[in-house]
């Protein structure tokens, strides 16, 4: 990468400026959390966005570099991965210490559960492809999925409203989707944070 005046820009310099616009985005969207929060999240957001751009790329394909696609909480990047982590986590959040051991019978019903399902039970298959091809690009496609999978479960199933077996089901399925989201980036060397 070159500024206009031709000289390379170190990565020093990209990760800076990189924390620092994740920092005007947290100030934006979310300006009541405590002043370490907002700059641990900034940190985890502008350092994870850009180690996924080059990641979630194949390795011999050239890309485009642009902050606004790299930063942004929709799409093919790191932030919206790991607001869908904090999705997950916002629920057993909402529960506090009332939030249930998890176990028992899982009754899928809604398409939704089972499509989510589905996804979450491939990363067993996606990892060893990853690293017998050194393809991260792999990883990260499956993550997008598995993050679009839960858009549309969380959309679609309420977790808290629903009661018994369902509950039971929809939790298990909220928090098995927030190990694989956030091992699947931790994999890739991408942290992730509790709240953004």
């Known amino acids: 990468m070159r500024t206009r005046s031709g000289e390379s820009v170190g990565l020093i310099e990209v990760l800076d400026e ?3 616009r ?3 985005q947290v100030e934006e969207k979310n300006p009541d959390l405590p002043e370490g929060e907002k700059q641990t999240v900034a940190e985890v957001v502008g350092i994870g966005a850009v180690k996924y751009a080059e990641l979630s790329q194949f390795r011999m394909t050239d890309y485009v570099f642009a902050w606004d696609k790299m930063l942004a909480l929709t799409g093919n990047t790191a932030p919206y991965l790991q607001y869908s982590y904090v999705r997950t986590r916002s629920i057993f959040r909402r529960l506090g210490d009332d939030a249930p051991a998890l176990s028992g019978e899982i009754e899928l019903a809604a398409a939704e559960e089972i ?6 039970a491939q990363f067993a298959e996606i990892v060893p492809d990853v690293l017998h091809d050194h393809r991260p690009n792999l990883l990260a496609a499956y993550l997008l999925e598995v993050a679009k999978a839960y858009h549309s479960f969380f959309e679609a199933c309420p977790v808290l ?3 018994g077996a369902q509950r039971n089901t929809r939790l298990i399925l909220c928090e098995v989707a ?3 989201l956030r091992r699947g980036l931790d994999l890739m060397g991408i942290a992730v944070t509790e709240r953004m």
């Open 178 to 180: 927030s190990r694989v």
């Open 115 to 120: 499509e989510l399902a589905k996804k979450l």
């Open 161 to 163: 409203r629903a009661e």
């Open 18 to 20: 990189a924390v620092e």
């Open 22 to 24: 994740a920092r005007a």
